[in-house]
């Protein structure tokens, strides 16, 4: 049985992580909890974050969106700032798991896991999110991009914890999309998803986008070499099929028991054929 330690202010949080250097930090735990039951991994401590309540809830500060990393989905599906202002990430939280893990879970944790399946992930990476990463001496902000190393690899080092995330307040998109493929129509985990951010001219051709694709590459995937190629270009399944056909080639998804590499390849060039029932019928 693990010790597990449950600090309410952060200052006991740094004594305890000083204290027992090789603990293992958790917030919602619907990961870690998981892989302790299945002895994935073994710990003889745990630090349990979830009553550190100054590191939850969402606001707005100087035209950014703070969302403290031990904010729960659930707590973000509720927000109004998340609701108006963050359409795509709230659509992508609406696909996440279960009402339980959902009640359970956190931005942070989904963050941390760095699971290629994370559906927060990809509207964070077009959102240019930047992380706030905390010690008991010193912060530092880092681009979500450059936080995540691979599967379960994160830019952390000793003593640190992810303490929220900063999203720039923009409005400027027309279109904010996320889709997931799985297993099955709920509560699956992502086989292939993709989040999108688009402005579309009068005549229907694409003027801005941005797109990221989940769980067909060791991290979130997104080829700003195709974006530039689809600016000018019509929203129309032949003003595209250009860049699916890139997409496809430059994701590295696998095969796993969820779905087969050329099954990735294929379903994640063909979710763009979802962004032509944006075009305008004028």
Known sequence: MSHVLVPTT????????????????YAGGTDLLVKIRSCAVTTDCLICMERLNEL??????????????????????????????????????????????????????NIVTASPAGD???PLYISNAHLEIRSRNSSRRVPIESFILGPGRVDMRPGEILSQVVINKNTR??????????????LACSV??????MNISEDNTISEIRLAWGSVGPTVMRFRDIET?????????????????KVQQSVMPIDDVRASAAYRREVAGRLMLRLTGYASSR
């Open 10 to 25: 952060l200052e006991e949080l740094w004594t305890f992580m000083a204290e027992n250097p090789d603990a293992m930090i």
């Open 56 to 109: 939850k809830g969402v606001r707005v500060e100087a035209g950014e969106i703070i969302i403290g990393a031990l904010t729960t989905h659930r707590e973000m599906l509720d927000s109004p700032i998340v609701q108006r202002d963050l359409p795509l990430l709230y659509n992508a939280l609406k696909n996440l798991g279960s009402p339980p893990i959902r009640n359970m879970g956190t931005l942070g944790g």
């Open 120 to 122: 927060t992930l990809p």
């Open 173 to 186: 998109f027309m279109v904010h999309h996320y889709e997931k493929v799985g297993r099955r129509s709920a």
């Open 192 to 197: 292939v998803s993709m989040a999108a951010l």
């Open 229 to 245: 190629f689809l600016v000018g270009r019509t929203l129309t399944v032949r003003g595209i099929e250009d860049a699916i056909r």
